[in-house]
């Protein structure tokens, strides 16, 4: 077979795509269905030794994945590629998966003897690796588009025989069609958690998708706004305002996030996050976790304000509003467009407490009813009329704030 030519799919690998039409399409997670087809190949005498699943993804961090089976090593790894990393970017550029996505038909390269091609630098780390023959092959979509590969390794001198590449691509349509559903189902799945939030995405994956479905829930609330933001980007040209409210963002949402909170909406420069309560048990840890989360919020919001000093840019100040209590959390919109969120009360309330933020000279606020468990660790600063809210408040904040 001469390189990057393929025999016609089907023939020796009939038996084993069989299988992952009737079988192989219940398994649920790709690790195990490659390993199982590995396993099968290997029982057909198939030499393989180190086989790749590769695929692009869609999603803000990372540019693709990698599924590694190797024969003899029990756990299958899976890498994350992200896409702010410079060195696997130049690694991927002068890899044979780019010239295979690129062009979409296969290659193979020998990597023993006076036959081996070395063009492409990964192929001598996997000869050093012991590898002798390596194969690249696309996994082709429903829409005719190779959004996968798959790489074949064997360590067998002389490498793979011209049955043993047979067999590869007469199960390779089968496998593709089943890659393809796992790629789709994780594409939804991280889709929905980067845009609705982890929790949201996966009530809505769930089939909560019905205008007014919702439920009502206790949650620790938090509501965050950027102080002066509309003089801000009326100095500043368009690609800056966002670049400020993504490293703002960032100090917010990363903690909250770290901590099991979810992120539920950036509205503008403002924030909605909520802390779930479990039960009425739960209402402290909830409290706790939700205060730690923001003290890290302004805690990162100083240190990038130190960054912006030192390029002379001004500092960014920030008001956060906590509170507790029950929420409605579901579909709530138009009947073609719905948001994800929690009305109600309580939420009127934690916006309410934020805004006095500025007019006291604090960054950050909170309730008596989410102060209470949180003991010395806010103290409170008298009672407050609120915006809408019939009785004046008692509002706490961080000591020597």
Not at 191 to 215: E, F, H, K
Not at 361 to 383: D, E, K, M, N
Request: charged content about 25%.
């Amino acid at each position: 077979m001469d390189d990057g030519v393929l025999p016609a799919a089907g023939g020796p690998g009939g038996a084993i795509a069989g299988w992952l039409l009737e079988h192989g399409r219940r398994i649920a997670e790709p690790e195990e269905l490659l390993d199982q087809l590995c396993q099968r190949l290997i029982d057909q005498g198939v030499p393989i030794d180190r086989v790749g699943l590769h695929s692009r993804t869609l999603h803000p961090q990372v540019s693709g994945t990698r599924v590694l089976w190797r024969r003899g090593v029990e756990r299958i790894e899976e890498t994350a590629y992200r896409r702010d990393d410079e060195s696997l970017g130049d690694a991927y550029r002068t890899s044979p998966l780019k010239a295979v996505y690129d062009t979409g038909r296969p290659i193979r390269r020998r990597l023993e003897g006076a036959a081996a091609v070395l063009d492409f630098p990964v192929l001598t780390e996997l000869r050093d690796e012991g590898l002798t023959d390596y194969l690249v092959m696309p996994l082709i979509s429903i829409d005719n588009q190779a959004r996968s590969l798959t790489s074949w390794g064997s360590r067998r001198p002389g490498g793979f025989g011209e049955l043993d590449i047979a067999t590869i691509a007469g199960v390779l349509p089968a496998f593709a069609a089943l890659a393809e559903i796992h790629e789709r189902r994780r594409l939804t799945s991280t889709l929905l958690d980067t845009y609705l939030g982890s929790d949201a995405g996966r009530r809505v994956l769930g089939g909560q998708i019905r205008r007014g479905d919702g439920v009502t829930i206790a949650a620790a609330l938090w509501f965050c706004d950027l102080r002066d933001f509309t003089g801000l980007s009326d100095e500043l040209p368009g690609d800056a305002v966002i670049g400020l409210l993504n490293d703002y963002f960032t100090c917010m949402a990363g903690p909250v996030q770290a901590r099991g909170g979810e992120v539920l909406k950036f509205i503008g420069d403002a924030m909605l996050a909520i802390f779930p309560i479990r039960d009425d048990l739960d209402r402290d840890r909830a409290c706790h976790t939700a205060l730690a989360a923001a003290i890290a919020a302004l805690e990162g919001l100083d240190a990038l304000n130190a960054e912006r000093v030192t390029q002379q840019k001004p500092p960014l100040r920030v008001g956060l509003g906590l509170h507790t209590g029950s929420v409605m959390y579901g579909n709530i919109g138009a009947p073609n467009r719905l948001d994800f969120t929690v009305i109600g009360p309580a939420v009127n309330l934690v916006t309410r407490i934020e805004s006095l933020c500025k007019p006291l000279g604090r960054r950050l606020l909170a309730s008596a009813r989410f102060a209470s468990p949180c003991g010395s660790q806010l103290v409170g600063i008298g009672r407050h009329t609120l915006k809408g809210i019939a009785e004046p408040q008692q509002i706490f904040t961080l000591p020597g704030a």
